[in-house]
């Protein structure tokens, strides 16, 4: 926990290849040493700078909340709320393993979650 709010420390392997194709571990690495030296940073890494600051910002119900980032690491890491019960798509595995067929929510639950993901779009693109 972290100030009282559970949470999740992800990492990953290869992120991105840009249009130069360098990854985007690698564009951290040297974007970790070019800010130590002052140097300019290239379009990779300043995307995603952009990213960060952007997902830092975000504040709704309806989305899991980034806390931040470390990109000083290699592979980056990303610190975000924890979410109970996984992702959607590990909870309808799990519901499907325990029921022995495919998971069908109650119209109830498909309503709640979809209205859950509108307004979440409706945040994001508003």
């Known amino acids: 926990t972290w100030r009282g709010t559970a949470v999740v420390c992800k990492s990953a392997g290869v992120l991105h290849v840009d249009s130069t194709g360098e990854h985007l571990n690698d564009a951290l ?9 002052g140097q300019p940073l ?23 909340l980034f806390l931040g980032a470390c990109v000083e690491h290699t592979p980056p890491l990303v610190l975000t709320e924890f979410m109970e019960g996984g992702d959607l798509e590990r909870y309808y595995r799990r519901k499907a393993e325990e029921s022995g067929h495919p998971y069908r929510p109650s119209a109830t639950k498909l309503f709640k979650w979809s209205s859950s993901v509108a307004r979440a779009l409706a945040f994001l693109h508003g």
């Open 29 to 37: 690495t040297s974007m970790c040493t070019q800010q130590a030296m």
């Open 42 to 64: 290239n379009e990779s890494q300043k995307e995603l700078v952009r990213e960060i600051n952007l997902l830092s910002k975000l504040r709704h119900p309806d989305l899991v």
